[in-house]
């Protein structure tokens, strides 16, 4: 009797994704969009447009107090948006 590699799909896609260079796309995609669910609809309200560019998430805001506010946050929504993703997909956010 001979051992079978069995392997799952989702691994197989992960792998065939990674060996295209098409993971990070893909997670930076799941990261962006995630901006309304981590952020919250307040927030979401006054959120004009969301980017990222070398390794740092861009969103542009509205509101100048809110953008104050939130920009003593950036630690900890950064640190939610990765573990949203589950990687470390961003290291710092800009708000402007």
């Known amino acids: ?3 079978r590699d069995v ?3 989702k ?4 792998r065939n994704l990674r060996e ?3 993971e990070m796309p893909l997670l930076q995609k799941r990261l962006v969009e995630a901006w309304p669910q981590i952020a919250g609809p307040m927030i979401q309200r006054y959120t004009l447009n969301t980017y990222i ?3 740092t998430l861009y969103v542009r805001l509205s509101s100048p107090a809110l953008r104050a506010e939130l920009s003593m946050r950036r630690q900890e929504l950064t640190h939610k948006l990765n573990t949203y993703v589950g990687s470390q997909v961003i290291t ?3 708000f402007c």
Request: hydrophobic share 40%; aromatic share 10%; charged share 20%.
């Open 92 to 94: 710092d956010i800009r």
């Open 20 to 22: 295209q260079g098409l």
């Open 1 to 3: 009797m001979f051992k």
């Open 53 to 55: 560019y070398n390794q």
């Open 7 to 9: 392997q799952s799909v």
């Open 11 to 14: 691994d197989l896609i992960l």
